[in-house]
């Protein structure tokens, strides 16, 4: 491992890689630390100290090469550096994520999904194919993909573990809804409701602001 | 407004009232801060700094009533107010949401969805029925809905951006994959990808400190 990184600063790379991204498609070749503010909501101070984490990449008054600091940071989160991945759970959720997701962009290759359905079985979505979830203990042992995507409902978010830990595949990417607590695995539980619970707290807060605002 | 609590706080809110539900379902009637703490991979001090932000909930040494905890953050996000809300894009991501997501839960009752479909139109999914994209501006406006939940190609979000503003859709619960700037609306823009490459910094991380380990 080349740096040692605080979670916080890690969480924040993707969005500076999105930023970056929409940078270079609009042709922005530079960028100052206080425009990159500007578009994050961070401070300039922030960014500067994030960036020093992992050991600059720019100038004091140069501004960043924005080509640059992008594949700096892909190099900070190893994006080259392919992982495999099995998704397990061919419904709309695990579809919707072979059919539309940039696996690729994070560095990641879907080698296969996994389904009890027989009318899924041998189907391939997003040129991938959906295999008898009968084949997914020997799939784990041959292929020994780095994550396992858990798609499938919470009911069998502990049965997964388990056979993800007995094939020693290091990386559970959870979208069960359940939080998975495991010492031996590097898990992250996507939690949809955070998000809308999150909305709905700004959103009830501005209205009721509003309407504060007209009782005066 | 009754409570003006930090973005950092609003957002550990959902994941506090995850441990309390799961905490409730094991029959636990009492925590501790530092019991919470363990569990959540929190302080106990930045524990008790939250609560507090919002009355406190409980008393020094006696622990917290999980139930009454559990309704306070839950008044605090106000899911006891009801917001509606209709989606627009009724492909995969956007039927695992009305088959599968809990919106009751997050205090949204999902009205309707839209799609450009013909085949899709008028079938229903976890009760809700797919309407004709052709019908979303006479719905926004008659139905006056508070959030657009957009889970259509990227391409048209900015679209669906300025149609919502017209109608005064105040929330935007965003899948599209682009971060959605907007002045007027509240926006939560999910990208799953921030996720997966998270899990792939912190997976090749320790397989590095395994390969240095073995080195040594």
Redesign the interface.
């Known amino acids: ?1 080349k740096y040692r990184i605080s979670a916080n600063v ?2 924040r ?3 500076y ?3 970056l991204d ?1 940078l270079q498609r609009d042709g922005t070749e530079k960028i100052s630390s206080s425009d990159l503010s500007g578009r994050l909501g961070l401070t300039a101070s922030q960014i500067r100290q994030d960036f020093n984490c992992f050991g600059g990449f720019g100038h004091q008054g140069y501004g960043y090469n924005v080509a640059q600091l992008k594949k700096g940071i892909r190099d ?4 080259e ?1 392919l ?1 495999t991945a099995a998704l397990v759970g061919a ?3 695990g ?3 072979m ?5 690729s ?4 290759k879907l080698m296969a999904a996994f389904d009890t359905n027989p009318e899924k079985i041998g189907c391939f979505v997003g040129g991938v194919e959906i295999m008898d979830a009968a084949e997914l203990p020997r799939f784990l042992k041959d292929s020994a993909p ?2 396992i995507i858990l798609t499938l409902p919470k009911d069998y978010a502990d049965e997964m573990v388990a056979l993800a830990e007995k094939f020693n595949v ?4 959870n979208f069960t809804g ?2 998975i607590e495991s010492g031996l695995q ?3 539980d ?20 509003d309407r ?1 605002r007209k009782l005066r």
């Open positions: 491992m890690i969480k790379l993707p969005r890689i999105r930023t929409s900070v989160l190893g994006v550096e992982l419904g709309n959720l579809r919707a994520l059919a539309n997701f940039n696996f962009e994070c560095g990641v780095d994550i290091r990386g559970i990417w359940t939080d590097v898990v992250e996507v939690h949809l409701s955070d998000s809308l619970l999150t909305l709905g707290y700004y959103l009830r807060s501005s209205q009721n602001d504060e």
